[in-house]
C-alpha cells in the first residue's frame, strides 16, 4: 500500500501557538489576541451539518460557562465557509435550543487547518480531524488531542486535562494516573542526595523517595 505524502507539521507541545487571522461567526479575529490572559481551547471539525459535530459543538457550548470559570476561552474550526456557520449555529439553535457562542473559524482556505496539522492525509484530505488545543495564557502549546473523523471526542477528559494542566502549572507538581481536583500530586524526584535525606524525613506520603505525594492546599 503507497503510503500518503504527510503535508502537514502540527505544533509540538511546548511550542507557541502559531498565530492567525481568520473570519469567525464573531467576526475577524486575530490569534494572539483572542489568547491574550487567558487559556484558549482551540478544537476542529470535519463539516458543519454532520451528526457527530453536531453533537460535540453542542456539548462545548452547553459547557462554555464552565470554561470560562477556569479562565478559558473556546474557538472552534472546520473547513466550510462562514455562511455554512452561522446556518449552522442557527440550525441547532433551533433544534436542539443551543446556541454556540464561542466564535468559529471559517477556514474554507485551509489555512489555519495546515498551520494547525489539522488536515490528515489518511483520514481526509478535505476536512479537518477533530483535534483539540489547550493553549496557555502566554500562548504555549501545553496539549494536543487527535481524534479521528468518526470518533466523537470525550468532554469530561478535556475539562480534567484543562484542570490538571492549571493545577500543574500553578503548584508547580505532577499529577498521576486519572488525577481528579482535590486528589494529591506528586513532589517533583529529589535531585541531589541530601534532598533525598530530606525526602525521606518529610510529611509526604512516600511510595518511595522518587514517588512522594502531598495534598494541594
Not at 489576541?33 to 453533537?55: K, M, Q, R
Not at 449555529?89 to 468559529?104: H, R, Y
Request: proline share 7%; glycine share 6%; hydrophobic share 40%.
Amino acid at each position: 500500500m503507497e503510503q500518503p505524502e504527510t503535508i502537514n507539521i502540527m505544533p509540538r507541545i511546548g511550542d507557541f501557538a502559531p498565530d492567525f487571522t481568520a473570519m469567525t461567526t464573531v467576526g475577524p479575529l486575530k490569534f494572539s489576541e483572542y489568547n491574550t490572559g487567558s487559556w484558549v481551547i482551540l478544537f476542529s471539525h470535519p463539516a458543519d451539518f454532520t451528526p457527530v459535530c453536531t453533537t460535540e459543538m453542542s456539548a462545548f457550548a452547553q459547557r462554555e460557562e464552565e470554561f470560562k470559570a477556569m479562565n478559558t476561552k473556546l474557538m472552534g474550526l472546520s473547513i466550510d465557509s462562514i455562511h455554512s456557520h452561522i446556518a449552522w449555529v442557527n440550525n441547532v439553535k433551533e433544534k436542539m435550543g443551543i446556541l454556540m457562542k464561542f466564535p468559529i473559524i471559517a477556514d474554507i482556505d485551509m489555512k489555519v487547518s495546515k498551520l494547525y496539522g489539522m488536515l490528515q492525509p489518511g483520514e481526509s484530505e478535505t476536512a479537518a480531524v477533530r483535534a483539540v488545543f489547550i493553549i496557555d495564557p502566554e500562548g504555549i502549546v501545553r496539549l494536543i488531542m487527535y481524534y479521528p473523523l468518526n470518533i466523537g471526542r470525550g468532554m469530561d477528559e478535556i475539562i480534567r486535562s484543562l484542570k490538571a494542566l492549571q493545577t500543574a502549572h500553578e503548584h508547580k507538581v505532577a499529577l498521576p494516573l486519572d488525577w481528579q481536583p482535590g486528589d494529591k500530586a506528586i513532589v517533583p524526584p529529589p535531585k541531589t542526595v541530601e534532598d533525598m535525606e530530606e525526602r525521606v524525613k518529610s510529611k509526604f506520603e512516600m511510595v518511595d523517595f522518587y514517588l512522594a505525594k502531598k495534598d494541594l492546599d
